[in-house]
């Protein structure tokens, strides 16, 4: 199946336009309608999902043999994490082959199988794309590193040591947190935003380019639905690579994001390539300033559809150490705050996307909500509906509609991530909190939200016949996806009704959002409205509940879901039990 848009013929392409205009929600300031605006997409963990031969790894047959359960959730699209080549330094996201299936993954056959099951089903399906940096096992890198009048020299960032030591660079995984490594081979050095073994590619050469282009090609003429890009505001750089200015105040990453020819970049990408496919793109907005959030997608730009901000990512953790929890930056007015300003931006132009948890983050249900056993069910429900009831693009992680939760490992050893064990090691180094960090690692860690699925209550949890590359929770003898098809209250069960509310809504999709009671530090309150019908949704997000008003002129209507069996509405306002969830109808008085 292609879906080049070049090879529709003219004719075709001229009679569709009209329908297209048509199909635009009324009001001129309402978002224009796109099929990738209303769908929901489900992330799958590739490594962590189900693994089909036995070595602890899950695979892409693994993924075939679930495809079943993905389309009883209702989504429409899987975004799966990096399948391709790769050494594993950090699990897929160090490529050596683009155009190859990682071993450990399966083939290129599985592969097509994989994704006629998909369209099969209706699914629809979002590689990543990992183009910042490779791997420095990929054959671009070695012959880069090999002389410096290699034709692949300029395919990497290069610094002569002759010159002396470059400027500092900030390195997210680098076990001396330096961005720059020197290599003996051509007495230089190379740059790795990430690790060692993922240096960044030379996007200042358009041979470089073009070769992205191509491999992108190669994936959407196999079929493929649209792609993330992984950190993609970092690929343009400085290349005099000069020391930090000091209007960044020290913060290397928004320094990243805003690289000189960036966008310039990314308009030759939609044009070469995005332009000629009806395909979704969610760029990965490291370090991108809220104002400078629509230049990547106001449609006029011609650049991408959407990108994930970490505003909501950052609520709970340090400021300048995403690294640690914060506790005193969790006030829920703050959180509203967040999701009023972003739904703002995007207001008239461009798109949003909302997702609370996903393979960088720790379980949506123990930062955001709460998992002791009173009130997981009810919080890890509630957050879901938060969710499906924003105006953007929701984006559910494998097993948060089983209400998935921390693992909180205690020991270096049980960790599998470079990100905690690199951070380890310098700090021990430097005779710095170890405790401390093992104790903060507990809460924020990724590895908490890369555990296996949880299919069963048997050992491993189904997921596996082996023992897993990582430790599986073990909660999963309650919480998982066979005990919960068969109760009808459980977490799994609401997702699917809440999936089926928000897909029979248009104005849980495109209606207008409205923030109400800003300051309540209990409740998080909102309408939706569109075409003169308006939609409240109420969510406490404490042990002790929350009342919240109704609004002035409105009077409660129909309550179309509810995660708790009693009802919140008292004439004038809604009394909300501990975690509770509510949407319903607002009627005019
Ligand atoms: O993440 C980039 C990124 O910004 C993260 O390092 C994030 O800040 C951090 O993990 C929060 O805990 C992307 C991928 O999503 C991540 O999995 C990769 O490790 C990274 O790029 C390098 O490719």
Redesign the pocket.
Known sequence: MTRRLAFVPLALALLAWPAAQASQAPGADAPRKAWWKEVVVYQIYPRSFQDSDGDGIGDLRGIISRLDYVQSLGVDVVWL?PIYESPND??G??ISDYRAIMRQMGTMADFDAMLAGMHQRGIKLVMDL?V??SSDEHAWFKQSRASRDNPYRDYYHWWPAERGVPAKRWS??DEEANAWRYDATTNAYYLHY?SRK?PDLNWENPKLRREVYELMKFWFDKGVDGFRM??IPFISKDTSFPPLPASYGGNY?AYYARGPHLHEYLQEMNREVLSRYDVMTVG?G??VAIEDALDFVDEDRKELQTFFH?EV?DWGRRKGD??YPDPDNRRLPDLKDVFTRWDRVFEKKGWGTVYLG????SRMLSRYGNDTPPYRVASAKMLLTLLLTMRATPYVYYGDELGMANIRFREISDYRDL?TINYYTRLKREGGDVAGFLAAQAE?S?DNGRTPMQWTAATNAGFSTATPWIRVNPDHESVNVEAEERAPDSVLSYFRRLLRLRKSEPTLVYGAYQLLDRDNPEVFAYTRSLDGRSLLVALSFSASGGRTAIPAGQAPGKVLINNLATSPVQAAQLELAPYQAVVLELDRK
């Open positions: 994490n950090d699990n996201y160090d990992v910042n940096h997210f995984f990430f993922q992984d950190v990453v990965e490291a370090g970490f990512a995403f690294m996903n393979h960088d983050q990100q924020v990724r």
